[in-house]
């Protein structure tokens, strides 16, 4: 049986709605897993734009920090730019500032000689001018009137100018009576002492125990007392180990007490009787070493017929220094430096030689002897009858006599060289600094002088002088008066030479 067709249809509709129902279950199952899928997916992109936002953002702030340093790179180097830029600008101004000061000395020194030469010109046009009118007073005088006129004229003229001579020889006068009156103190201290110092003054003499420095002073002192009298010496016993120190002035006593006290402390026995026949025999022994020192002398040079004091004052001189040159070495060298310039002169060589060997025995006398060395040597010269051109050249080798003969001036020029030949007289360090600041500071006192150096030991002085303020002719003054200052005022060794340096730069620079 057919069924009814509202049942049909809503057989139907039940199974459309069914149908339907299922779709949309299955629709709403699906659209809820791709709406997870599609959330996933979201996360996963929104993940991704994150890390590539940081990448990205990494990537941007090292840019910039990269930047940021060439940045500063570039600005650093462009403030070194502009500060150099600066310091040459800065330079250059002050060259400009010193320029213009220069300019303007410059200008003031041309303005003042504009002037100076403007009054010279009206000086002379005004001298010119009384000449004029003297001479025409002059040709209405007679004859003699005009030349007594002209006498009076030049005699006021020159009064200035011999006012200044007779101050510069005057002033000359009282430095080279200064001068002579040290070299006089310095000769008679030669003839006294040697030269006070304690190298040259005191001997010392080795002993084999320290009981021997008892032995040696005896009993309450006595035997030192009777050794220093007899000697002249003074014996110092200090704490130094196996030494007695011998002291004296006199290089003979000093010699004799050394002989004297190495044979006591030989033979051991130590008194005053001992001491006093030591002590003579001890001078004994000198006086003949002295002697064989004047006879060694006197072959070294080749001389004969001497008499025999001279020749034990030539030995004496073996034990007198000068200068910590050995006077009995100086005077051999001064004979055969006299004998080769007298045979140069076709002169007598062995009166020169005479001459160079006798000049300094004056140096071993005593203070009895009156007179400086020279002329005291002089004496005894002539009393031993010596050559009359001998003792005139030995008295007048420090200028205190007048020459007579060539032999004087050759045995000045053999004493020169003799003393100031490089090594012949020794000076210590302290003294030669000195004696080279002195000569610089005398080239610096003179006006005009910028600087000085003393060079080459202190044989030469260079002086630098301000070119603005000295001018050619002032620079050649200035050295002659540097000469005559140091040849004054300074005690050196041989010669100086003075050299005067003036010079002008001029400096420019093109941009």
């Known amino acids: 049986m057919e069924a009814p067709v509202h049942v049909v249809i809503v057989a139907l509709l039940a199974g459309l709605f069914s149908a339907t129902g ?3 279950l299955v629709f709403r199952r699906l659209s809820s897993g791709e709406q997870a899928r599609s959330r996933r997916e979201v996360e996963e992109s929104r993940a991704m734009l994150r890390e590539e936002a940081a990448r990205r ?16 790179a570039s600005f650093q180097k462009r403030e070194s730019l ?11 101004e002050a060259r400009r500032i010193e320029q213009s000061g220069a300019l303007d000395k410059r200008s003031q020194a041309i303005e003042q000689r504009s002037r100076q030469i403007d009054e010279r010109a009206q000086e002379v046009e005004e001298a010119l001018r009384k ?4 001479l ?28 200044l001579f007779k101050n510069e020889i005057l002033d000359r006068g009282e430095a080279e009576i200064e001068k002579e009156a040290r070299k006089t103190l310095i000769a008679c201290m030669q003839r006294l002492s040697s030269t006070p ?15 021997m420095k008892g032995r040696i002073i005896g009993r309450e002192g006595r ?20 030494s007695v120190l011998v002291s004296s002035f006199d290089p003979v006593r000093r010699e004799v007490a050394r002989i004297a006290l190495e044979a006591l402390i030989k033979d051991g026995r130590i008194h005053p009787t001992s001491i006093e026949a ?14 064989a020192f004047g006879e060694d002398a006197l072959r070294r040079v080749r001389i004969t017929r001497v008499h025999p004091e001279i020749v034990q004052l030539l030995g004496k001189l073996r034990y007198r220094l000068s200068f910590n040159q050995n006077c009995l070495d100086h005077t051999v060298e001064v004979a055969q430096l006299c004998g080769l310039v007298a045979a140069e002169l076709g002169l007598d060589t062995e009166v020169a030689r005479r001459c160079g060997l006798f000049h300094d025995i004056g140096k071993s006398l005593d203070a009895d002897y009156e007179g400086s060395h020279a002329s005291a040597a002089a004496n005894i010269l002539k009393r031993l009858g010596e050559d009359q051109k001998v003792v005139n050249a030995v008295a007048a080798h420090h200028d205190e006599v007048a020459p007579i003969s060539p032999y004087a001036a050759i045995l000045k020029i053999g004493d020169a060289v003799s003393a100031v030949r490089p090594g012949a007289r020794a000076e210590s360090m302290d003294s030669y600094i000195q004696r080279v600041k002195n000569l610089e500071e005398l080239a610096r006192r003179l006006p005009g002088v910028s600087d000085a150096y003393a060079i080459q030991a202190g044989r030469e002085i260079r002086v630098v002088v301000a070119p603005d303020s000295v001018d050619d002719s002032k620079a050649r003054e200035l050295a002659r008066t540097l000469r005559r200052r140091i040849e004054d005022e300074l005690q050196y060794p041989g010669t100086i030479k003075i050299t005067v340096i003036r010079e002008c730069r001029y400096t420019e620079q093109a941009r």
Request: overall charge negative.
């Open 22 to 24: 299922i779709c949309w």
């Open 136 to 163: 025409q007073e002059v040709a209405a005088l007679p004859m003699e009137k005009a030349r007594e006129a002209l006498r009076e004229e030049a005699k006021r003229e020159c009064e200035d100018e011999l006012r």
């Open 82 to 92: 502009v500060a150099a830029r600066e310091g040459e600008l800065a330079q250059a």
């Open 278 to 291: 030591a002590v003579e025999a001890a001078g004994e022994e000198v006086k003949k070493s002295v002697a």
């Open 197 to 211: 110092m304690q190298d040259a003054t005191a001997t010392v003499v080795p002993i084999p125990s320290e009981d």
């Open 131 to 134: 000449y004029r009118a003297r």
């Open 223 to 242: 035997n030192i007392k009777a050794f220093e009298s007899a000697t002249g010496t003074t014996l110092l016993i200090d704490e130094t180990p196996d």
């Open 57 to 72: 953002a990494a990537d941007a702030d090292e840019l910039f920090k990269k930047r940021q340093a060439e940045m500063e």
